[in-house]
């Protein structure tokens, strides 16, 4: 049973779940069983300044990372790749025999290097799919929670530890479902990444520069299509099918919402398209398959980043 758990990455996912399980386990299990793991300069900041979600206050119970004596039952991972292996190291103190840990990152490596430090039979593969958060400063505002897909790598039934998580998501009204085949399933989300995020990036627009027929919409599934071809080489095996998958969930999304590469780009910050575009042009190298598209949106969302710097 997980009784106490903790968040490391108050992003959109982060502030997104993480004050819904704050607000269940504090009614259902107990105050304090809940935590978020943050340095002193932003547990300052989130507590100065506040943590909004659709307006209203989320009252969050912050530890350093150097602290002691809070061993969670679940780890929650929603930091950006580029804060992976920090997080790794802060969360070690809150980390024993029996915790599970949950990456709530994009792409396909995270829950590697998680397990490379604490072990794969602790790590719960996941993909967050569905959402339409967008974050403004210390404001996240939301019109589709979306769900957290969870599973084993491949087997015919749960696992008990997935049965762990799926029994406290149920507890905290945590939106979710159950993919046997999360090998499969992370590759696909990826390749939906790879669409989306850049493109509305390259366009500079907003969910409805693809939502509808068009350039945009051409240019997201082509490079969806690369990531496609590359799975086949990767023993993933990708179809067409996986592809059209995407296009409902995509629509359902809010028009006006923005994807998390997207927002980056409007806050001038560093990017996830090394994550994205660059790894599928390394892979397609690997591989000796052609990633035009790709390379393309590699170049032009680079361009955008280094006008930052001038």
């Not at 704050?22 to 978020?36: D, H, L, S, T, Y």
């Not at 602790?122 to 967050?128: D, K, Q, S």
């Not at 997201?220 to 990767?234: D, G, Q, Y």
């Amino acid at each position: 049973m997980i009784e106490k758990a903790a968040l490391i990455g108050l992003g959109a996912l982060g502030i997104l779940f993480g004050e819904r399980i704050k607000i269940n386990m504090e009614n259902k299990i107990r105050n304090g069983a809940f935590r978020v793991i943050a340095d002193g300069e932003r547990i300052g900041r989130y507590t100065s300044q506040g943590i909004y979600s659709n307006g209203s206050l989320c009252d969050f119970e912050y530890m350093e990372p150097q602290e002691k004596g809070f061993t969670a039952d679940l780890i929650l991972v929603g930091v950006k790749e580029k804060g992976l292996d920090s997080a790794i190291e802060s969360i070690e103190n809150f980390v024993g025999p029996h915790t599970l840990i949950i990456s709530m990152l994009n792409g396909i490596s995270s829950e590697e290097k998680i397990g490379e430090r604490y072990g794969m039979d602790r790590v719960i593969p996941c993909v967050a799919q569905g959402m339409d958060a967008c974050r403004h400063g210390n404001r996240l505002e939301f019109h589709n929670t979306g769900v957290l897909v969870i599973g084993d790598w491949d087997s015919e039934e749960p696992s008990d530890k997935v049965k762990r998580v799926t029994e406290f998501f149920d507890a905290c009204e945590v939106p979710y479902e159950v993919d046997c085949r999360m090998n499969r399933k992370l590759w696909n989300k990826f390749m939906l990444n790879v669409g989306v995020n850049q493109v509305v990036g390259y366009y500079e627009g907003d969910y409805s520069t693809v939502q509808n027929p068009g350039e945009a919409r051409d240019m997201m599934i082509a490079a969806m299509e690369e990531v496609k071809t590359i799975s086949e080489h990767a023993g993933i095996n990708l179809t067409g099918d996986d592809v059209d998958y995407w296009m409902p969930v995509l629509g359902s999304l809010n028009p006006a919402g923005k994807p998390s590469l997207r927002q980056d780009l409007e806050a001038g910050r560093e990017t996830e398209v090394e994550l994205f575009a660059g790894t599928v042009i390394k892979l397609g190298r690997e591989y000796g398959v052609g990633t035009p598209v790709n390379d393309e949106l590699y170049r032009r969302i680079r361009e955008i980043e280094n006008s930052f710097k001038k």
